[in-house]
């Protein structure tokens, strides 16, 4: 290892110590290594967006000529200088029409994206669990097959009911969830609480990993400190 | 004058975002309109990027003012903002590729991060005790115990032969939880689909103050 | 005659009614909150109303004249979702799940930041005590779990990829699962390395351009380790595309301008006798896999709807962390799928390192990993029962019963 490279794991080693001193409860130490770690992640976050985007699609075309006439970049920087009365509260509307068209393309792709990478395909599978030909091709078990796919389904169609949120309203009550749609909503709570499950078990063997290679990270600066 | 700009933002909106909602279904090379698609996609992408400038620089703001009034904190605001103008002296000397760029990002970036989630490993636990602590009902016991028999069958203990919570992980995995997660993912996009189409049609207009 | 007071203008219909008089919502189906503003002609009187509509007369059309667009702001709603209690409780669970510091009453959140939580630290330095100890004892090992058809798939599509041929990696990770994500996707990097592919690195994480180039370090470091001629990689940075699913939506229709852009020497043709350079890739499907690296299943989703779609022979592979592949593994389930190969977490990286025999990163940390998830789902079904049996012999009081109203 190097001069850096050692200073850089003795660094390493402070912050982790200073982060979990959380444990203890919280305190100046644990405070002062978020507020570099913030001030440290806004610098990569600006340079990462000025280095990749901002110069080589903006800036540089427009500094090198290419572009200095054309009046499509031209209404790129009459954007961007737009966007930035953002900051300043008196002239925040400025910047309101600029907003409106990242909104609305935002809104767009992601109508877009919904539609065509989710809702069809998704939709599309479920029905063909039912593909008997293709059971038959890739699951000798057709019977297990064809439980596992109505169980598929229906947990499907019963969390898609839980998320369902018009009611039938009786005459001179508040309405409520009464009989089948009662059932059916409960055994989609059910689903969602397994899935639920598995998201907080992925999260905490995600945590566990991270953990482990903090401790790896130690394990070897240790070794190499005392067997080098 | 505000109003106009705001009629503006909404024709900008409607009609930027009707445009390439189109660009999904319709070859729109056949008009003419794949061009105009793809300027205002581009527009988009750099205006996102400015974004985080603009996002930066209210984080820049907010501690200054901290900073300048000697509010509470005030020593932690200038803690941060001479962290970030520290890393981007050393990213802007040295470049993006540069050894003293990658050597920060290394040391701090991923060291303080990684901590920060590995210390979620401790926490979750303890949280969920206490979380247990209240009344258990059905659908929490549900939940723990998919979480219990998806942490124990991580794999076949101590090199046996494939266990039965191996089993279970597996179809727990394959059969209720990708149910419940296509239900909610197909949740998500009609959901999606339904606030896009209201601020498509102007009826949403998050984008105004 | 009862009468029903109408949710959004307030207005008094008669009991059967199923849109309201005034205002012409419909009272049968849904219900509001009260207090919201549902439109911003709701104050409106009737002729205004009907004045701003695009066909005077007829019921449910949408206002239309600039009036309608300039009200003073207000959140425009016209059915606000209805949650109910168990509903709130459910995502106040979740939030408590993931958000410890919430649990505190807010009574005591004061007093308890200050104090050091005990329990906490004791399940801490055992958690802690635990994993370091199997980091040391080398003798302690656990084995690899049965490797599934996603994982092969992977390798059987890396084994058929030529040499000089582009391989798109998104490197989507945030720092905070370095660990996690290089530890899971190691295996695979460096198979493609010793293939002789050009690895393209892009990333819509402002950190992903160095969060690719400590992958890299991580591999070539790695590799001097076990070779005496150690293969340098050869790969191009194109660094962070904004935007998310947007950046990928433009990404996808013209790769070359952002090759151009970020790489203007490399995206010339190449010249006879030289590997392939980038100069040959003018669409997303002159890849020959694309690999997306990410913890975040929304991340995973933007790809597979805006990217996948316009893959005719190109497969998508994806390398995940454990939190995301409950999400994204329904576009693995399906006939036919819509990811072609996946790897998850430490054990992904586990089950690839038996297949490749090239790195032993992810096997190192292995036993170590199983040892805290092990432990963590122990501690949970201990209390779990412990709580239940509380339960079953502390059963909560009977609720007093209800006053009448007069």
Redesign the interface.
Same mark, same amino acid.
């Given at each position: 290892m190097t001069q850096a490279d050692w200073i850089g794991a003795i660094l390493g080693l402070c912050l982790t110590l200073g982060v979990f001193s959380y444990l203890l409860g919280d305190n100046r130490v644990f405070r002062l290594v978020i507020h570099i770690f913030i001030g440290v992640t806004a610098a990569y976050v600006l340079a990462g967006s000025w280095y990749s985007v901002i110069f080589p699609q903006l800036v540089q075309p427009f500094l090198s000529g290419q572009d200095f006439w054309n009046p499509l970049a031209l209404a790129g920087i009459v954007f961007t200088v737009m966007l930035f009365s953002k900051l300043f509260p008196r002239t925040s509307w400025f910047g309101v029409p600029v907003m409106g068209l990242l909104v609305g393309v935002g809104a767009a792709t992601a109508i877009g994206g919904a539609v065509i990478g989710t809702v069809f395909s998704q939709v599309a599978a479920s029905i063909r669990l039912f593909d008997f030909l293709k059971i038959n091709t890739w699951n000798a078990q057709v019977w297990v097959a064809l439980v596992d796919a109505s169980l598929i389904l229906v947990g499907t169609l019963v969390t898609l009911f839980y998320f369902q949120f018009y009611i039938r309203k009786q005459p001179g009550s508040q309405g409520s969830v009464t009989g089948w749609m009662k059932t059916l909503r409960l055994v989609g709570q059910g689903f969602i609480a397994v899935t639920l499950g598995a998201i907080f078990a992925g999260v905490y063997s995600a945590a566990v990993a991270a953990l482990v290679g903090r401790l790896a990270t130690f394990k070897e600066f240790f070794t190499l400190l005392f067997h080098p | 004058m505000? @109003?106009v700009?705001?009629?503006?933002?909404?024709i900008?909106?409607?009609?930027?975002?009707?445009?390439?909602?189109l660009?999904?279904?319709f070859d729109l090379s056949a008009w003419g309109l794949d061009s105009v698609r @793809? +300027?205002?996609?581009?527009?988009?992408? *750099?205006?996102?990027? +400015?974004?985080?400038?603009?996002g930066?620089?209210? &984080?820049?703001?907010v501690h200054w003012r901290k900073m300048v009034s000697r509010q509470d904190g005030g020593g932690?605001?200038l803690?941060?903002?001479?962290?970030?103008?520290?890393?981007?002296v050393v990213?802007?000397v040295s470049g993006?590729?540069g050894?003293m760029? @990658?050597?920060?990002?290394?040391? +701090? @970036?991923?060291? +303080?991060?990684?901590? =920060?989630?590995? &210390?979620?490993?401790?926490?979750?636990?303890?949280?969920?005790?206490?979380?247990?602590?209240r009344?258990?009902n059905?659908?929490?016991?549900?939940?723990?115990?998919?979480?219990?028999? =998806?942490?124990?069958g991580?794999?076949?203990?101590?090199?046996?032969e494939?266990s039965k919570f191996?089993m279970l992980r597996e179809w727990?995995?394959?059969?209720?939880? $990708?149910?419940?997660?296509?239900?909610?993912?197909?949740?998500?996009?009609?959901?999606? *689909?339904a $606030?896009?189409?209201?601020?498509?049609?102007?009826?949403?207009?998050?984008?105004?103050? | 005659m009862a009468e029903q007071d109408c949710p959004i203008c307030g207005q008094a219909n008669p009991e059967k009614s199923e849109t309201c008089q005034k205002c012409g919502a419909n009272l049968y189906w849904a219900e509001i909150e009260p207090g919201e503003v549902i439109s911003p002609l709701a104050n409106k009187s009737p002729q205004e109303q009907d004045e701003a509509r695009i066909l005077p007369g007829i019921e449910d059309s949408l206002p239309a004249v600039p009036a309608a667009f300039t009200e003073p702001s207000a959140p425009v709603h016209p059915y606000r979702l209805m949650v109910s209690e168990t509903q709130k409780n459910y995502v106040a669970l979740l939030e408590k799940m993931t958000h410890p510091d919430q649990i505190q009453p807010a009574d005591l959140q004061a007093a308890a930041v200050r104090k050091p939580r005990y329990l906490l630290l004791v399940w801490g330095i055992l958690l802690v005590g635990i994993l370091s100890f199997s980091l040391f004892w080398d003798e302690l090992q656990v084995g690899i779990p049965p490797i599934p058809a996603e994982v092969l798939a992977v390798n059987r599509s890396i084994s058929k990829i030529p040499a000089g041929a582009p391989v798109l990696v998104a490197v989507d990770f945030q720092p905070a699962y370095t660990a996690e994500m290089e530890m899971a996707s190691e295996a695979v990097i460096d198979q493609l390395v010793a293939q002789g592919t050009n690895l393209v690195f892009m990333s819509t994480i402002p950190t992903g351009f160095w969060q690719a180039e400590h992958l890299i370090q991580k591999i070539k470091a790695d590799r001097d380790l076990v070779e005496s001629a150690p293969v340098n990689p050869n790969y191009y940075n194109l660094g962070f595309i904004s935007g998310g699913a947007l950046g990928l939506a433009n990404f996808v229709n013209e790769p070359y301008q952002f090759i151009e852009a970020q790489l203007p020497t490399e995206s010339s043709a190449s010249t006879a006798g030289q590997s392939a350079s980038l100069g040959n890739v003018t669409s997303i499907n002159d890849f020959s896999v694309i690999f997306v690296l990410t913890e975040d299943p929304d991340t995973a989703r933007d790809w597979l709807e805006q990217v996948q779609p316009h893959l005719r022979r190109t497969p998508l592979m994806m390398i995940l962390s454990a939190q995301a592949e409950p999400m994204v593994r329904p576009y693995l389930e399906m006939q036919p799928a819509k990811i072609q190969g996946m790897l998850v977490g430490i054990a992904g990286g586990v089950q690839y390192e038996s297949l490749s025999n090239q790195v032993q990163t992810a096997r190192e940390n292995w036993t170590a990993s199983v040892l805290g998830n092990i432990l963590g789902g122990l501690v949970l079904g201990v209390a779990l029962t412990a709580f239940l049996v509380f339960q079953r012999w502390n059963p909560p009081a009977a609720p007093a019963a209800k006053e009448k109203k007069p």
């Open positions: - | 505000k @109003q700009w705001r009629t503006i933002a909404v900008l909106a409607i009609s930027a975002g009707i445009l390439v909602l660009g999904y279904f @793809q +300027v205002i996609l581009r527009w988009a992408l *750099i205006l996102a990027a +400015v974004a985080l400038w603009v930066a620089g209210n &984080l820049v703001r932690y605001s803690v941060t903002l001479a962290s970030l103008a520290l890393t981007l990213i802007v993006p590729n050894k760029s @990658q050597w920060v990002f290394n040391h +701090v @970036q991923i060291p +303080v991060e990684t901590s =920060l989630l590995a &210390l979620l490993a401790i926490v979750l636990i303890y949280a969920s005790i206490r979380v247990m602590r009344r258990l059905p659908f929490a016991i549900a939940l723990f115990l998919t979480v219990i028999i =998806l942490l124990l991580a794999t076949n203990w101590m090199g046996m494939a191996s727990i995995l394959a059969v209720p939880v $990708t149910a419940g997660a296509r239900g909610v993912l197909l949740g998500i996009a009609l959901g999606t *689909i $606030t896009g189409v209201r601020i498509l049609v102007g009826f949403e207009r998050p984008y105004e103050e | -």
